[in-house]
């Protein structure tokens, strides 16, 4: 079963009426230009995507590649300039942010990369890559920045610590490596973490033991996670709430073991069927998926997004009209017309 061993208490901070994050409205388009014949057009990356993320509080965005789960998250880091809409974090809005005040802000958020090995320096020590970000956030005393170092590394589980500060990343295995990009996403004390793909380049064997070590830090530091992810499977370790994405909409929130056990929309169902079966008699069963592949974004089909490709497509309706977030059932929004009356 999917649902099996999702936590029922992610985290044991109390969530604020205050979130801490809030995406209102947001728009997150790319220019395309051809040479010689200037502009031809926007990939609309991210397009009216809403929600808020309470202190203390985990969630995951899935979606297949090509979704903009990575431009939604650039644009939190602040990497991104949205096109329209709001990002607002800790009551300070993201495109109002110049210099010191935009600094500070990516202070407060920590990063951990898909890709371990390509985020590390191959050049630098363990110890000089964790001591780089406390150098350019100001703390001046070494003793200092050793003390960290090696809290950092013991809370990561890297022990005996003295065993790695001067190990180079090839020196290490794929798993040690991305405990020391979480090391280093933790060790100026954000508040938000933002994990894209964080265990999909490791070997299977460890992808849970990183998950449930990201657990153990959200909850030890009050944290607030999006994680970023294609695979429901690894979500239920991990995550108070999924929302699933598609064509740049985020079409479909509830809580991990709500949508697990009772998905709604047609795309979260065609996710769930490809998601890989533990169970060695379910080897030779083929599950239906929806036909055909994601649309472009740069010219997305007219109405719902995922039409084109929805068994239970209403014509005139579903082709024509994009739908809006329903409810029908508390907590649990969904955008497709198939709801409507149960809004």
């Not at 809030?22 to 010689?36: K, Q, T």
């Not at 939190?76 to 110049?98: A, C, H, M, Q, Y």
Request: neutral net charge.
């Amino acid at each position: 079963m999917i649902t099996e061993m999702i936590p029922t208490q992610i985290s044991k901070f109390e969530v604020k009426e205050q979130p801490l994050l809030s995406i209102r409205d947001l728009h997150v388009w790319y220019e395309l230009r051809r040479f010689g014949f200037g502009h031809a057009g926007y990939v609309k990356a991210v397009d009216g995507v809403n929600f808020d993320l309470a202190s203390g509080e985990t969630v995951a965005v899935v979606g297949e590649s090509g979704c903009g789960k990575s431009s939604l998250m650039k644009t939190i880091l602040g990497l991104n300039v949205p096109t329209s809409g709001e990002v607002i974090f800790d009551e300070r809005n993201l495109s109002k942010l110049t210099g010191d005040e935009l600094r500070a802000y990516r202070f407060d958020i920590g990063y951990v990369q898909q890709d371990p090995y390509g985020a590390l320096p191959p050049f630098m020590t363990v110890e000089r890559i964790l001591e780089e970000p406390l150098i350019i956030s100001g703390v001046r005393n070494k003793k200092e920045r050793l003390e960290r170092i090696h809290k950092a590394l013991g809370e990561v589980k890297m022990h005996p610590v003295e065993d790695f500060l001067q190990k180079f990343p090839h020196m290490l295995s794929g798993g040690q490596q991305q405990r020391i990009v979480i090391a280093r996403a933790m060790i100026r004390g954000p508040k938000l973490i933002v994990a894209d793909e964080p265990v999909s380049m490791l070997d299977a064997s460890v992808r849970v033991e990183i998950l449930k070590l990201m657990r153990a830090l959200q909850e030890a530091h009050g944290l607030s996670v999006i994680y970023i992810t294609h695979d429901l499977s690894t979500v239920k370790y991990f995550s108070a709430r999924i929302f699933v994405m598609y064509a740049g909409n985020l079409i479909e929130k509830a809580a991990t073991r709500r949508l697990l056990e009772n998905p709604l929309h047609p795309y979260t169902l065609a996710l769930l069927a490809a998601t890989s079966d533990p169970d060695a008699r379910n080897a030779e069963t083929f599950k239906e998926v929806p036909p055909g592949e994601p649309p472009s974004l740069v010219n997305p089909p007219r109405g719902c997004r995922f039409h084109p490709r929805c068994a239970k497509a209403i014509a005139g309706l579903c082709d024509e009209k994009e739908p809006p977030d329903f409810t029908p059932e508390p907590g649990h929004s969904v955008a497709c017309w198939l709801y409507e009356d149960k809004k």
